[in-house]
């Protein structure tokens, strides 16, 4: 079982940054596909970044293009979200996840492991 621990959330001012983390435990993160995604109050979870096993490979939602990116270092078992230019629909609960397989997929229903979430805010 992998288990997925998301950290780095806070509340920020628009514009600011931030750079969330997670840390993966239980098997070898290098065979898995990662991604980030957010849901805000009373929204679906949505897909913001994704990223290949080997970190070849990177996918963002429209919305975060430019401002967002997603990278990982497989000998940490990590991936992590830097998150740049920041804007008050930001705000959001950030889920890290991780499925096997060879493609990034945007789907919430293709990952397999789930984090518990970290929350940022950011204020106007």
């Not at 997670?22 to 070898?28: E, K, Y």
């Not at 949505?46 to 293009?65: L, N, P, Q, R």
Request: net charge neutral.
């Amino acid at each position: 079982q992998l288990q997925l621990v998301e950290s780095g959330g806070a509340l920020v001012q628009a514009g600011g940054s931030l750079r969330l983390s997670c840390a993966a435990s239980g098997r070898t993160f290098a065979n898995y596909d990662g991604a980030w995604f957010r849901q805000a109050p009373g929204e679906e979870r949505a897909f913001v970044a994704g990223i290949s096993w080997s970190g070849g490979t990177t996918t963002y939602a429209d919305s975060v293009k430019g401002r967002f990116a997603i990278s990982r270092d497989n000998a940490m078992n990590s991936v992590y979200l830097q998150m740049n230019s920041l804007k008050p629909e930001d705000t959001a609960v950030y889920y890290c996840a991780a499925r096997s397989g060879s493609l990034v997929h945007t789907a919430a229903a293709e990952y397999t492991y789930w984090g518990q979430g970290t929350q940022v805010t950011v204020s106007s």
